[in-house]
């Protein structure tokens, strides 16, 4: 398994981990997105990214069939929405989802995104509430811009903000203008998401350079997009081929030509 510092708080997670939207939707479908969640942790892609949003609450309840015996190994994100990010309505929506998950704690949990609907500082109370309860043990956003990620962190007291989960993907990299920077100034974790673009990204340059390396372009992307210490990726896979490429994608190493090459091609 290949881990990394999870930004200030040095915990090791992994830098592949396992996303899970559409994930819970089909009842007849949740044996095998179970099975692939388990085969995903069995091959070190122990970071499973959740949310309450996510199948109406199926797909938590896939991922705590999925952790079952295995908590202690899985790194476990799950996201609040904004509707609920009241004082009140987040710790609802906690309990929620914690038995969703059937677990007693939640690794990372994420405002969804920004609203105005409650003021943030309500929603921050409220998680360092969760936090001091031991239900959570660490706190963050996601799609948070700069200006936002600044009204986060002077709004929290006692804790600090562990991640930005963001959209990060070969054709889409406008993170790495300012978000990207500005988390790493403040030892924030980068969890980028829908790192495959629905295979948009599949040049002509990326094609060699998988070639060249004996890996697939998917492979390829995965590892130019966790190129830096602050950055993770979470595809989602249900297809057993897919979780084990997506787990083999870390196993080279780009070459400084090469990481320039994607560059500039991208
Ligand atoms: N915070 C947010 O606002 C937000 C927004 C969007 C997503 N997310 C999170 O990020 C996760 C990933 O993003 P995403 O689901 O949008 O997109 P994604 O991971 O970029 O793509 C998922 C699609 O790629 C396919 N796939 C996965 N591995 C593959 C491989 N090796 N080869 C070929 N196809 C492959 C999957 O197919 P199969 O399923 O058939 O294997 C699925 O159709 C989500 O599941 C969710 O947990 C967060």
């Known amino acids: ?15 592949v981990g ?3 939207w559409r994930m819970g939707e089909r009842r007849a479908a ?11 942790i069995k091959l070190g892609l122990t970071h499973i990214d959740t949310a309450e949003m996510y199948g109406d609450g199926g797909a938590e309840r896939v991922v705590g069939r999925a952790i079952a015996r295995r908590r202690a190994r899985v790194f476990v994100t799950t996201k609040v929405l904004p509707q609920n990010a009241s004082y009140a309505g987040t710790l609802r929506a906690c ?4 038995e969703r998950l059937r ?18 500082g309500e929603t921050t109370e ?3 509430e969760l936090v001091r309860r031991g239900l959570v043990r660490f ?36 993170i790495e203008r300012e978000v990207l920077p500005y988390c ?29 390396h004996h890996r697939t372009p998917r492979q390829v992307a995965l590892n130019f997009l966790t190129r830096r210490p602050a950055l993770f990726t979470i595809p989602k896979a249900s297809r057993p081929e897919h979780i084990r490429e997506n787990a083999a994608a870390l196993d080279f190493t780009l070459t400084r030509a090469e990481l320039a090459r994607i560059n500039a091609a991208f």
């Open 1 to 15: 398994m290949i881990t990394r510092p999870f930004g200030w708080t040095g915990v090791p997670v992994a830098v």
């Open 18 to 20: 396992q996303g899970t």
């Open 30 to 40: 949740e044996a095998d997105e179970v099975a692939a969640l388990r085969l995903g």
């Open 95 to 98: 309990r929620r989802s914690l």
């Open 103 to 120: 677990t007693d704690y939640i690794d990372l949990y994420l405002l969804h995104w920004w609203s105005e609907r409650h003021p943030i």
């Open 126 to 128: 409220a998680m360092e």
């Open 139 to 174: 706190i963050g956003v996601s799609n948070f811009d700069v200006p936002q990620l600044e009204a986060a962190r002077a709004a929290l007291g006692r804790e600090r903000l562990a991640c930005n989960q963001v959209l990060y993907h070969l054709r889409d990299r406008e």
């Open 184 to 212: 790493v100034r403040h030892g924030i974790a980068v969890v980028g998401y829908t790192p495959l673009a629905r295979g948009g990204f599949l040049l002509v340059v990326v094609a060699e350079i998988a070639r060249r």
